[in-house]
């Protein structure tokens, strides 16, 4: 039995959240109603942004992954990253959480490299 929340009320709950602590949450790719891989673009005041994606671990858990990091010297990079993953999976969904830490609403806490 899959347990996994429907895509779109996961990301309901997401833009929910980050809002009410302040922050804003928009989707910027909408995918696949229930079932659609999510890619969440934490940044603050449309800086610093990273995406995570959940990827699959031996134990058959799926873990929240750092997977891209804007370069503040290329950031047409980022764009093209999300632009190709679109291309890749049209059951792809993307949310940007533009909020202090947006780490701490998927589960993780965040630490400057």
């Given at each position: 039995?899959?347990?996994?929340?429907?895509?779109?009320?996961?990301?309901?709950?997401?833009?929910?959240?980050?809002?009410?602590?302040?922050?804003?949450?928009?989707?910027?790719?909408?995918?696949?109603?229930d079932?659609?891989?999510?890619?969440?673009?934490?940044?603050?005041n449309?800086?610093?942004?990273?995406?995570?994606?959940?990827?699959?671990?031996?134990?058959?858990?799926?873990?929240?992954?750092?997977?891209?990091?804007?370069?503040?010297?290329?950031?047409?990079?980022?764009?093209?990253y999300?632009?190709?993953?679109?291309?890749?999976?049209?059951?792809?969904?993307?949310?940007?959480?533009?909020?202090?830490?947006?780490?701490?609403?998927?589960?993780?806490?965040?630490?400057?490299?």
């Open positions: 039995m899959d347990e996994r929340l429907p895509a779109h009320l996961e990301i309901s709950g997401l833009i929910r959240a980050v809002n009410a602590a302040g922050g804003f949450a928009t989707v910027l790719a909408k995918g696949e109603r079932a659609g891989t999510i890619l969440v673009v934490c940044c603050e449309g800086a610093n942004l990273r995406i995570y994606e959940r990827m699959p671990q031996l134990d058959g858990t799926r873990n929240w992954t750092l997977v891209k990091r804007q370069d503040p010297e290329k950031h047409q990079e980022f764009s093209e999300c632009d190709r993953r679109k291309r890749q999976d049209n059951d792809l969904w993307i949310v940007e959480l533009d909020v202090a830490n947006g780490e701490r609403f998927i589960g993780l806490s965040f630490t400057e490299s």
